[in-house]
């Protein structure tokens, strides 16, 4: 029991705040190792993990940058491409209309000698059907006319060349006759 007493006088003449100088002692030696421990290899460490992360980091923004400089590069490009190919296909527009516009002409303008060929051939044509209606009617008239003449003279023209001296006098007399009426209307 006197243990017990002198433990417990000991105890109320000791600040219950305050711990005791071994245990003060042993406690900064322990918390000057652990420090010590702790500043020669964790920290090390942590900012070796640090200045890693931070240049992953550092990195990332920076391929981030370039690739964004990349794509805005390329979207430029892009532009400037699409921009070409327009103003190539506005050109191929233009050309086609101006080819359009001359083949449009070159076939108008074949097409206006075709048509002028085709009346030319018609009228050579009807100059041809008139000579040859002209001298059928020559031929007609004559007869007609020698064998009136011969009716009315009394005698027979049926000699060739005297026929055809006649019929080409009388023409001719028509001709004149025909010429000088039209003149005088």
Same mark, same amino acid.
């Given at each position: 029991m006197l243990k017990t007493e002198v433990v417990?006088?000991? &105890?109320?003449?000791?600040?219950?705040i305050l711990p005791d100088l071994p245990e003060l002692i042993l406690g900064i030696v322990a918390f000057l190792i652990l420090l010590f421990i702790l500043k020669k290899y964790v920290v090390p460490r942590?900012?070796?993990?640090? &200045? &890693?992360? $931070?240049?992953k980091i550092e990195g990332g923004i920076e391929r981030a940058e370039k690739a964004q400089a990349?794509?805005?590069?390329? *979207?430029?490009?892009? !532009?400037?491409?699409?921009?070409?190919?327009?103003?190539?296909?506005? !050109? /191929?527009?233009?050309? $086609?209309?101006?080819e359009a516009e001359q083949i449009k002409a070159e076939l108008r303008s074949d097409a206006e000698a &075709?048509?002028?060929? /085709?009346?030319?051939?018609?009228?050579?044509? *009807?100059?041809?059907? !008139?000579a040859q209606i002209v001298a059928e009617l020559r031929a007609d008239l004559g007869r007609n006319a020698v064998e009136l003449a011969g009716r009315i003279v009394g005698e027979s023209l049926e000699d060739e060349a005297r026929r055809r001296g006649t019929v080409d006098r009388f023409l001719s007399e028509l001709e004149t006759t025909g010429a000088g009426r039209g003149a005088g209307k």
């Amino acid at each position: 029991m006197l243990k017990t007493e002198v433990v417990l006088a000991a &105890e109320e003449h000791a600040n219950p705040i305050l711990p005791d100088l071994p245990e003060l002692i042993l406690g900064i030696v322990a918390f000057l190792i652990l420090l010590f421990i702790l500043k020669k290899y964790v920290v090390p460490r942590f900012e070796t993990m640090y &200045e &890693e992360r $931070a240049q992953k980091i550092e990195g990332g923004i920076e391929r981030a940058e370039k690739a964004q400089a990349e794509a805005e590069s390329a *979207l430029a490009e892009y !532009k400037a491409q699409l921009a070409d190919a327009r103003s190539e296909a506005a !050109k /191929i527009r233009d050309d $086609a209309r101006l080819e359009a516009e001359q083949i449009k002409a070159e076939l108008r303008s074949d097409a206006e000698a &075709e048509a002028q060929r /085709i009346v030319a051939q018609g009228q050579a044509q *009807l100059q041809a059907q !008139k000579a040859q209606i002209v001298a059928e009617l020559r031929a007609d008239l004559g007869r007609n006319a020698v064998e009136l003449a011969g009716r009315i003279v009394g005698e027979s023209l049926e000699d060739e060349a005297r026929r055809r001296g006649t019929v080409d006098r009388f023409l001719s007399e028509l001709e004149t006759t025909g010429a000088g009426r039209g003149a005088g209307k």
